[in-house]
């Protein structure tokens, strides 16, 4: 990347609010670092106490999200693939923060995320509670959903914690055959 295109790519970041972003492989450490860093860039942005612990909150489990779920890109090598590649951006835009996450998922896997998505896009916030509480004592999910480690939790705690419904997409890979996509997530908070 030459010197410009830098430059370019700082000013529009500046531009749209970014106080935080985190380009590249997740893993536990990473995880836990970002965390580390974006606790002060929260503090820093002048965020109120429950804005500070949403953000924090979303952080976290869209980071886990990328970790436990992201496909690898056409070609990599597991071998010598030490996480998962994602990428997380904070801003903020007048009162509100926005998260947005992005990694590539297996094709296959769309229609599930999709059915689960729209159904929380679909609850009101007491749905979204009554439902988080039902799946932390649901004891079959793991029988039900063998690719999810969390009964969705992490979706419903994102949605509780998002002044609007999360807004999401997926963009296809012509370089991936179409075995990926890029799957994008934006909470509001």
């Given at each position: 990347?030459?010197?410009?295109?830098?430059?370019?790519?700082?000013?529009?970041?500046?531009?749209?609010?970014?106080?935080?972003?985190?380009?590249?492989?997740?893993?536990?450490a990473i995880i836990t670092?970002?965390?580390?860093?974006?606790?002060?860039?929260?503090?820093?942005?002048?965020?109120?106490?429950?804005?500070?612990?949403?953000?924090?909150?979303?952080?976290?489990?869209?980071?886990?999200?990328?970790?436990?779920?992201?496909?690898?890109?056409?070609?990599?090598?597991?071998?010598?693939?030490?996480?998962?590649?994602?990428?997380?951006?904070?801003?903020?835009?007048?009162?509100?923060?926005?998260?947005?996450?992005?990694?590539?998922?297996?094709?296959?896997?769309?229609?599930?995320?999709?059915?689960?998505?729209?159904?929380?896009?679909?609850?009101?916030?007491?749905?979204?509670?009554?439902?988080?509480?039902?799946?932390?004592?649901?004891?079959?999910?793991?029988?039900?959903?063998?690719?999810?480690?969390?009964?969705?939790?992490?979706?419903?705690?994102?949605?509780?914690?998002?002044?609007?419904?999360?807004?999401?997409?997926?963009?296809?890979?012509?370089?991936?055959l179409g075995k990926t996509?890029?799957?994008?997530?934006?909470?509001?908070?």
């Amino acid at each position: 990347m030459n010197l410009n295109t830098f430059e370019i790519f700082q000013a529009q970041a500046q531009a749209s609010g970014i106080i935080f972003y985190h380009s590249g492989e997740f893993t536990g450490a990473i995880i836990t670092a970002a965390a580390e860093s974006l606790k002060h860039r929260i503090e820093e942005s002048g965020a109120s106490g429950p804005a500070k612990r949403k953000l924090f909150s979303t952080f976290v489990e869209m980071a886990q999200n990328i970790l436990h779920y992201a496909a690898l890109p056409p070609g990599a090598d597991p071998a010598f693939v030490h996480g998962k590649p994602g990428t997380i951006g904070i801003g903020k835009c007048g009162d509100d923060y926005w998260v947005v996450c992005v990694n590539r998922v297996e094709t296959a896997h769309i229609a599930r995320l999709s059915e689960k998505l729209d159904a929380v896009r679909s609850m009101s916030l007491e749905d979204i509670r009554k439902s988080y509480r039902a799946q932390l004592h649901n004891t079959e999910h793991a029988a039900q959903d063998t690719l999810s480690k969390g009964a969705g939790l992490g979706w419903l705690t994102i949605a509780r914690d998002s002044k609007q419904p999360l807004e999401y997409s997926f963009t296809s890979e012509p370089e991936s055959l179409g075995k990926t996509a890029f799957f994008f997530v934006k909470a509001v908070i």
